[in-house]
């Protein structure tokens, strides 16, 4: 493809080139041979670029190789099972299995989003067929390291998960923030004090911090789905979500629905990390080598763009 790109701006190059020389002979003998050169420079740029192209591909597909999983009580058998909670877009939210976002609604029985894309990748990177589980959020840090490998669902690190599964390096960084009805007067922590019900996803840290707040009024419900329901028919005051997932929702319903930053609420920042069981440091070495090669040559930041940044309502 590039190279023939390149043979035809050559091309052309030559043709503009030839057409200004038409007054001597001499002259336009001379450019249509400048032309010549520079049609096989740039064809010589392209042979180069392909070349490069090609090594770096040898190089992922090398390291890949070099990627011992053998010793991977996990991952040695040449798949990884990923938990996931897909009611959380843009990280992880059903589709139909294409990119197209437009499609979504029409099928939407598998999970897509920024996650699914990252562990695809890293799969690829390992050499390991990846396979998709998806269950509720207050369930996938005991299915880590029974019904699956590792869990890739915008997962928080904190020390008290810390206590059951490791976590790769982070790979994002997020905060809670507070989704509330556009006529909504809350916009304080003591507003939330004296709210009658705040809405969270079982499990979660926003769960976590709605206890701490206002215990009483905390309504955990299996799915966030579920939560920003409650907060469109009436009956959450609010809910607390992570920011990026808070302004999914909010571009799902931008009438109704308005998104306060956490730090107007004092939240602290959080991280998510890939989850994975404790007994396999093979694992956590290969999936960290595979994250920190995907920063390194660009990947992640073009998986950021496409699926967090360009993120499209359903
Ligand atoms: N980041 C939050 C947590 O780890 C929410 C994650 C989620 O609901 N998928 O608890």
Redesign the pocket.
Known sequence: MKKVLAVLLAGSMAAALAACGSTKSTDSAAQSSAANTIATEAAGASTEADGAATEAAAAATEAAAQTDLSGSKYLSDGVMTVA??S??PP??YLGDGSDDFSAITSNPTQATGFDVALVNEIGTRLGVKVEIEDMD?DG?IAAIGTKADVAA??????DE?KKSVNFSDPYYD?T?AVLLTKDSSIATEDDLKKASSIGV?Q??????IARGINDAATVSVKS?NQAVADLMNGKNDAVI??QS?GEAFLSQNPDKLKLLPGSQFKFDT?Q?GIAMPKDDEVMLGAINGALEAMKADGTYDSLVEKYINNYEAQ
Not at 153 to 158: A, D, F, K, L, P
């Open positions: 996931l909670n009611t959380f990280f992880e959020f996938i669902t915008g997962m928080t690190i904190n998960r997020a809670q996803q499990g979660t840290t926003g769960e976590n966030f979500v992570d997932t959080e998510y």
